[in-house]
């Protein structure tokens, strides 16, 4: 297992941006893809964003795609998810994941909430009009 913290989280005008970090520790010597969700008051857990092992592969939630951005260093033990031209009905406690990975799996990265089985307590992000 693979303890991970968010940070980053706050109040934003809508049209700003701000950088959530996710930053792991424990049994950081096996292989994780990682990916971000958010859940709003009364909502279902939405993907925002999933990358590989290595960086190689990312995906996005339609809400997303063109605004928000995932990146990690591994020598950093840390996700990042730069989000840009941020929107009210993005408001939401947005929630870091990462999925242990086989030796065949190195190149995938994962878009459903199946697929991770370590999380994060989760990080406010709230965007005013």
């Known amino acids: 297992?693979?303890?991970?913290?968010?940070?980053?989280?706050?109040?934003?005008?809508a049209g700003g941006s701000l950088r959530l970090s996710c930053t792991a520790s424990g049994r950081t010597d096996k292989k994780y893809a990682a990916g971000w969700f958010r859940q709003a008051p009364g909502e279902e857990r939405e993907f925002v964003a999933g990358i590989s092992w290595a960086g190689g592969r990312t995906t996005y939630?339609?809400?997303?795609?063109?605004?928000?951005?995932?990146?990690?260093?591994?020598?950093?033990?840390?996700?990042?998810?730069?989000?840009?031209?941020?929107?009210?009905?993005?408001?939401?406690?947005?929630?870091?994941?990462?999925?242990?990975?086989?030796?065949?799996?190195?190149?995938?990265?994962?878009?459903?909430?199946?697929?991770?089985d370590n999380w994060g307590q989760g990080t406010q992000v709230t965007v005013s009009s």
């Open 1 to 13: 297992q693979v303890r991970l913290v968010e940070s980053g989280g706050g109040l934003v005008q």
């Open 61 to 116: 939630g339609d809400s997303v795609t063109g605004r928000f951005s995932i990146s990690r260093e591994n020598d950093r033990n840390t996700v990042y998810l730069q989000m840009n031209s941020l929107k009210v009905e993005d408001t939401a406690v947005y929630y870091c994941a990462a999925a242990e990975l086989g030796s065949s799996d190195l190149l995938s990265a994962y878009r459903t909430v199946r697929d991770y």
